[in-house]
């Protein structure tokens, strides 16, 4: 698999569910971010975490952040049909000079 | 608040033609890239500018592409004979110069280029 690798491709869930979202990655890093992007639009930041951070807190969200199995996962709590749309991991690897790598990302569509 | 913002919106080219994609990163940031986006495909990097050269740049972007930095304010990417598979959105985005582990890059909304 490559860089950034999110599971599952595809996610649908009743509004006010929570929502879990994976992402695998190969190199050794110094953050990773995940990003929001609604249909056809750009890329929205919604949270970085550092390498030597376990979990962080945003709102509705949960990143937890995995170094020794190369895995993070975004919580999205209680959602909302306003939740819809694809969540993209993005790695900045070490030996990079910022650059971020993204997985395929994971469409997540929240139903009424 | 502060954002990265991006022109035109949508660019339609012929192939063979030059276009000149436009970014004014956010005021502050000294980090810059652009990636792009092949319609259902994944986001891909392709160049990171910083101090007024290249810092890094992929497979992707070959000689046909070109980065500059023309004033204070601007960040343009510029390719010079475009095909068919040059078709993408393309996204600029900006970081502050801070810690290595907390650049949080900050992207524009996007230029769709459709070459036909």
């Known amino acids: 698999s490559q860089q950034g690798e999110e599971d599952p491709q595809a996610l649908s869930i009743q509004e006010g569910e929570n929502a879990t979202m994976n992402c695998s990655y190969k190199?050794?890093?110094?953050?990773l971010q995940w990003y929001r992007q609604n249909s056809g639009r750009g890329l929205v930041h919604l949270i970085l975490?550092?390498?030597?951070?376990r979990e962080k807190h945003s709102g509705r969200l949960r990143v937890t952040l995995d170094t020794s199995k190369k895995s993070s996962s975004l919580l999205i709590t209680a959602s909302r049909a306003a939740d819809t749309a694809s969540y993209f991991c993005?790695?900045?690897?070490?030996?990079?000079?910022?650059?971020?790598?993204f997985g395929q990302g994971t469409t997540l569509q929240v139903k009424p | 608040e502060p954002e990265v913002t991006q022109t035109p919106s949508h660019q339609v080219t012929q192939m063979g033609q030059e276009v000149i994609l436009r970014c004014v990163p956010i005021?502050?940031?000294?980090?810059f890239y652009w990636y792009r986006q092949i319609l259902g495909q994944k986001v891909e990097f392709l160049v990171s500018?910083?101090?007024?050269?290249?810092?890094?740049k992929s497979e992707i972007f070959d000689d046909q592409f070109s980065v500059e930095r023309p004033d204070g304010s601007n960040f343009t990417l510029k390719i010079r004979s475009t095909k068919l598979e040059d078709s993408a959105m393309y996204f600029c985005?900006?970081?502050?110069?801070?810690?290595?582990?907390?650049?949080?890059?900050?992207f524009g909304p996007g230029t769709r280029l459709t070459v036909t």
């Open positions: 190199t050794s890093i110094n953050n």
């Open positions: 985005a900006s970081s502050e110069a801070r810690r290595r582990d907390s650049y949080e890059q900050y």
């Open positions: 005021s502050n940031h000294l980090y």
């Open positions: 993005a790695t900045d690897a070490v030996s990079n000079t910022g650059k971020l790598i």
């Open positions: 975490i550092r390498s030597n951070e």
């Open positions: 500018f910083y101090n007024n050269e290249i810092s890094e």
